[in-house]
């Protein structure tokens, strides 16, 4: 600033001096006083120069190299650079934070849309177009509700009441798949709505589930409670004789033992999906299992059909191959047992069962239960493994079933990485297989030494 200031008075002094050398002698303090103004002119003419000049760099958006070094012009257009490049860095930092924040926003679960005052889309991430079949080319700035024409969504945009969402059918909803989205709107900033969206499709059949199991089972426990408790009644205040109190006596212990089973395979079922996967460490003989099914599989076709009633039920037991399975053995004999019990209480008096063993040549072990029972209708065999689902509903009850046997075997079989396959004719007959993969299929260590001799 001071060199400045030098550099103006010297620029006057030349001036006068210029200015009194060319006027004539009597005119010298008038031309001293047209220099320096002439000086001051050219100073002031330089100025506004040099200014026009910063003013067009600084128009021109492109702050790479500077029109001055030095001077005072020099220190404005360097201070004008740094300002600029501060700038630019803070508009980099926020873009970068913007861009991080719907990043995140894109990488959520739940659909997010911000909304405008206006309730114009502003933004919306991927789960939100899927949940709406939004388009980010077609439908920014369109209106959410003119998209969402649902009157449950236009009801609750405009009641205006934000403490609560809403549950709207997704745009992928059809009849036979429901897509069900719970819907919240947010307020923030000025008039702005943060719409959220999360799909309960899921969370809802579940709870449907829960309420339908809680049902069955209740309903499951009412009936024989109901009976025992008339038997109750009976036994207290008719007076019976030893007969017929005996016969009371034998309805009442069958409708106790019909809940047991009932409680037993509630307790089984819950413990198979509470417990971890079973270990491939253990080893179980499969000749054993099918000596232990055997002997249980008779023994129940003998109960239900007794000899007065009619021609027995001819059991077929082949014998065992001679390899082992991994796994939990009480869970392993629990599955194959139901199966076989199904096939003896669903064939009718002098009908045929045979249960076996096949070894597939990939070394998958199979073990399948034949019966020429009813046979199930095709509509049926995909639904036989829900919880309580009964084609033959008094059959099933006649004979002491709960409903959760196949639920059973498909839970364990699904455990042990088997498949369980169902196959029945109407009227011929049914097969129910459990494929074992061979991973937990091994040959009984003698038999490949007694093999090889
Ligand atoms: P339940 O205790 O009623 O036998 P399951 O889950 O074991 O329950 O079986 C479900 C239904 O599948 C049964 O109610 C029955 O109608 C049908 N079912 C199962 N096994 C057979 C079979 N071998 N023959 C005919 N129907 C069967």
Redesign the pocket.
């Known amino acids: 600033m001071f060199l400045r200031f030098v550099f103006f008075l010297l620029l006057q002094f030349l001036g006068a001096v210029a200015g009194a050398l060319v006027f004539p002698e009597a005119l010298r303090i008038r031309g001293a006083l047209v220099g320096m103004l002439t000086a001051g002119l050219v100073w002031v003419l330089l100025d506004f120069s040099r200014g026009l000049k910063l003013l067009q760099w600084i128009r021109r958006d492109d702050f790479s190299s500077q029109p001055f070094r030095h001077g005072l012009w020099g220190e404005l257009a360097e201070r004008v650079r740094r300002l600029v490049r501060v700038r630019e860095h803070q508009i980099e930092d926020s873009e970068t934070r913007l861009h991080d924040f719907l990043s995140a926003l894109q990488a959520s679960p739940n659909g997010v849309v911000l909304l405008d005052a206006q309730a114009r889309i502003e933004w919306f991430n991927q789960t939100a177009a899927g949940h709406f079949g939004l388009d980010s080319q077609r439908d920014l700035q369109q209106h959410f509700g003119n998209l969402v024409r649902d009157p449950t969504y236009a009801a609750y945009a405009l009641e205006a009441d934000f403490t609560h969402g809403v549950t709207l059918p997704g745009r992928q909803s059809t009849a036979s798949r429901p897509v069900r989205l719970s819907v919240n709107l947010h307020p923030y900033g000025q008039g702005r709505l943060l719409l959220l969206s999360r799909d309960i499709t899921m969370f809802e059949q579940a709870e449907a589930m829960r309420r339908d199991f809680v049902a069955n089972v209740s309903h499951e426990i009412r009936t024989p409670l109901t009976v025992l408790s008339g038997f109750v009644e009976t036994l207290q205040t008719l007076p019976l004789d030893a007969t017929e109190r005996a016969r009371y006596l034998d309805l009442m212990a069958q409708q106790a033992e019909r809940m047991q089973s009932l409680v037993s395979?509630l307790l089984m079922l819950s413990r198979l999906e509470g417990s971890p996967l079973p270990g491939e460490g253990e080893w179980h003989s499969v000749t054993s299992l099918t000596t232990q099914l055997e002997q249980e599989g008779r023994a129940l076709s003998a109960v239900l059909n007794p000899p007065m009633t009619g021609p027995a039920q001819a059991l077929h037991f082949e014998a065992a191959l001679p390899v082992e399975l991994s796994g939990m053995v009480s869970e392993l004999y629990s599955a194959l047992s139901?199966?076989v019990?199904?096939?003896v209480?669903?064939?009718p008096a002098g009908g045929e069962v045979r249960c076996g063993w096949i070894e597939h040549g990939d070394g998958r072990t199979e073990f399948y239960?034949q019966?020429s029972?009813?046979?199930?209708a095709f509509e049926?065999i995909p639904r036989?493994?829900?919880?309580?689902?009964?084609?033959?509903?008094s059959?099933?009850?006649d004979?002491?079933?709960?409903?959760?046997?196949?639920?059973?075997?498909k839970h364990v079989a699904q455990r042990h990485g088997a498949e369980l396959k169902?196959e029945?004719t109407l009227g011929k007959?049914?097969r129910?297989a459990i494929i074992f993969p061979a991973s937990r299929v091994r040959r009984i260590p003698q038999a490949v030494a007694a093999e090889a001799v």
């Open positions: 395979d139901n199966l019990s199904n096939a209480r669903y064939t239960v019966d029972g009813p046979g199930i049926h036989l493994t829900e919880r309580f689902y009964r084609v033959d509903r059959r099933s009850r004979t002491g079933g709960t409903g959760l046997g196949l639920a059973i075997v169902i029945s007959g049914s129910f």
